[in-house]
């Protein structure tokens, strides 16, 4: 079963890459460059495996499209990775506190994501 992954990310050539990094893992890939469109998607569409979510997104931050999700019951317990660049201890412990289930820094390298993906998604195999 393929599994499935939605990627909320704003910055186009950085969220081709990882789509076209993570298809060749044997993900299928959805893109999306804003929070209110995140939002609504997570609202209206069959939810993905995993979700990997910005934090600093036009429309609603990652953070509130999280707050949302976690308050859905459909998306509630879809894991979510937040991927930023927000280095700040309290960010990371505010993400924690609203369900993010794992907080990856940008500047690390593309494999330790991988790696936290696939063990967030592999008891789906």
């Known amino acids: 079963m393929t599994r499935r992954i939605t990627l ?9 890459l990882l789509k076209y990094n993570l298809e060749f893992h044997g993900f299928a890939v959805e893109c999306i460059s804003c929070g209110t469109e995140a939002r609504h998607r997570f609202a209206h569409a069959p939810c993905p495996d995993l979700v990997i979510l910005d934090w600093n997104l036009p429309g609603l931050n990652g ?3 999280l707050r949302q999700m976690r308050l859905q019951t459909s998306t509630a317990r879809v894991p979510v990775v937040m991927f930023t660049c927000r ?3 309290n960010d990371k412990d505010y993400a924690f506190e609203l369900g993010v289930t794992d907080y990856v820094y940008k500047t690390m390298p593309l494999s330790t994501l991988f790696a936290r993906i696939q063990s967030l ?3 789906l195999i």
């Open 63 to 65: 953070s509130e499209v």
């Open 8 to 16: 909320v990310e704003d910055d186009a050539t950085f969220a081709g």
């Open 87 to 89: 280095t700040d201890r």
């Open 121 to 123: 998604v592999s008891p």
